[in-house]
């Protein structure tokens, strides 16, 4: 069982920064990426930023340039920040992290609780 806590949350102004971990924890044979996923009012959730443990990441095209990703693979970490925010980046964020339970099991995805985070105009 693995187990996504996350931190980082919170008010901010538009225009502010925010940073967002995520640490994995529990057992596990490997994990092949984290990342980070939003889900705002009435809406879907949605990929924000990706990272597997090859270095390859990916971003929605609303948040590239503006937010970035990076991971501690030692430390099964991931962090999010978030530069020059706006207020439709309002939402609460998920950690998601993706791998194999153990060496014989499928591939899984599981997800933290998520954090809030809200961007004032």
């Known amino acids: 069982q693995v187990q996504l806590v996350e931190s980082g949350g919170g008010l901010v102004q538009a225009g502010g920064s925010l940073r967002l971990s995520c640490a994995a924890s529990g057992s596990f044979f490997s994990i092949v990426s984290m990342g980070w996923y939003r889900q705002a009012p009435g809406k879907q959730r949605e990929l924000v930023a990706a990272k597997n443990s090859g270095g390859g990441t990916n971003y929605a095209d609303s948040v590239s340039g503006r937010f970035t990703i990076s991971r501690d693979n030692a430390k099964n970490t991931v962090y999010l920040q978030m530069n020059s925010l706006k207020p439709e980046d309002t939402a609460v964020y998920y950690c998601?992290?993706?791998?194999?339970?153990?060496?014989?099991?499928?591939?899984?995805?599981?997800w933290g609780k998520g954090t809030l985070v809200t961007v004032s105009s």
């Open positions: 998601n992290a993706r791998g194999y339970p153990t060496l014989a099991s499928s591939f899984e995805d599981w």
